[in-house]
């Protein structure tokens, strides 16, 4: 990872094992996945103009990989806003601590796999951005 709020989100490079078959990435927990992995989904088919995420978490940390196709994903904490470009398989972004994230520009391709760190719990999402921003002047 080398973002410079990787305490809160920063890029991992996966190493890819190929030959001449082709390409394969894999992801272990604490090894280069930095938590225990509880839960896996994916984005895909997403329609043109959408924008999902709109929220924050006030545990969960998850790492997002586009391992086909291109989106952005938009994050804010305390320190800022940044927005990351992914479009490669072997490329996770690190999402932790209170992070505000929306994730658009999804290509018609885009399979948008997340790896989390707990079991889906909507009591655990803040959706309201004012509730969010509160939260990260204390
Ligand atoms: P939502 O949180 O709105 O997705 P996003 O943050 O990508 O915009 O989730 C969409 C639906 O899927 C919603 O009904 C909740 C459900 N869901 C689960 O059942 N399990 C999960 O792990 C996730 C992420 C969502």
């Known amino acids: 990872m080398n973002d410079e709020n990787f305490a809160d989100y920063g890029l991992i490079d996966f190493n890819i094992k190929g030959d ?58 305390d320190s800022g806003r940044k927005e990351f470009y992914l479009d490669k398989p072997d490329e996770g972004l690190y999402i932790g601590g209170l992070v505000w994230r929306e994730m658009y520009d999804f290509s018609p391709d885009c399979v948008l796999l997340v790896l989390a760190s707990e079991y889906y719990d909507e009591g655990e999402y ?12 204390k």
Request: charge should be positive; include cysteine; glycine fraction near 6%.
């Open 20 to 77: 001449e078959r082709g390409s394969l990435v894999a992801f272990e927990e604490n090894h280069n996945v930095p938590f225990d992995i509880k839960r896996v989904y994916y984005i895909f088919d997403t329609k043109l103009g959408v924008k999902r995420g709109n929220h924050a978490h006030t545990t969960l940390k998850q790492v997002l990989i586009c391992t086909s196709g291109s989106c952005k994903i938009l994050v804010e904490n």
């Open 126 to 137: 803040i959706r309201d951005y004012d509730k969010f921003l509160k939260k990260i002047s």
